[in-house]
């Protein structure tokens, strides 16, 4: 089943996801932007599998889109301590 909010999700992801590409030149000189990237992008391919597994493959499309949150969390986790966590030590 297909809700309205997995379609709004994916809608507004696709949207800022075809701003960064338009926009890449500006947005590269934000320090390791890679990094921010690959994270947004993750997130975006996991709102597409949540809209896909409504069609099919339920358990498998369910489980990667699961894998894509974390792995997006995870790169911008690792984005936040590269960027933030350096500067300071932890006294």
């Known amino acids: 089943m297909i809700y309205e909010d997995?379609?709004?999700?994916l809608v507004l992801g696709l949207?800022?996801?075809?701003?960064?590409?338009l926009n890449y030149s500006n947005l590269k000189r934000i320090v390791l932007f890679k990094l921010l990237a690959?994270?947004?992008?993750?997130?975006?391919?996991?709102c597409i599998l949540t809209v896909l597994e409504g069609f099919f493959w339920e358990d498998a499309?369910?489980?990667l889109e699961h894998?894509?949150?974390a792995a997006g969390a995870i790169f911008m986790a690792i984005w936040f301590w590269r960027v933030f966590?350096?500067?300071?030590?932890a006294e």
């Not at 949207?15 to 590409?21: A, E, N, R």
């Not at 690959?38 to 996991?46: K, L, N, P, T, Y």
């Not at 966590?85 to 030590?89: I, V």
């Open 6 to 9: 997995e379609i709004l999700m």
């Open 15 to 21: 949207g800022v996801l075809t701003f960064m590409l």
């Open 38 to 46: 690959i994270s947004f992008c993750m997130f975006v391919a996991g």
């Open 61 to 63: 499309l369910n489980f």
């Open 67 to 69: 894998t894509s949150y």
């Open 85 to 89: 966590g350096k500067a300071g030590g």
